[in-house]
């Protein structure tokens, strides 16, 4: 979000120091998957990430910097699909 542009240097420091660690179309969550009350995502304008148990919603994520982001999103179940590189799933299933 920071570095297109939609948020400033200190939302970017208030959302780290929240515990933010990746965004999904503009929702900020944390390591363990829990969003952001809040800062920046009080005024996103992208829907609501739909229900996971009715819709397929699915990631396109890779490399080293998207992990924590990457394994958040999976085990919290806010994604039920992930499209990514051989690396980053092989990082993945090695646990």
Request: no cysteine.
């Given at each position: 979000l ?27 969550f944390?390591r ?7 800062i920046?995502?009080?005024?996103v304008?992208?829907a ?7 819709s ?6 890779m ?23 051989e ?9």
């Open positions: 920071y570095e297109d542009g939609f948020i400033s240097e200190s939302e970017l420091k208030a959302l780290q120091k929240a515990g933010g660690i990746a965004e999904i179309v503009g929702w900020v944390d363990e998957g829990r969003m952001i009350e809040g920046t995502n009080d005024r304008s992208s609501a990430l739909p229900s996971r148990e009715k397929l919603v699915i990631a396109l994520a490399g080293d910097r998207k992990l924590p982001g990457i394994l958040a999103a999976v085990n919290r179940r806010l994604v039920n699909g992930l499209i990514t590189d690396r980053t799933a092989e990082t993945l299933l090695a646990g």
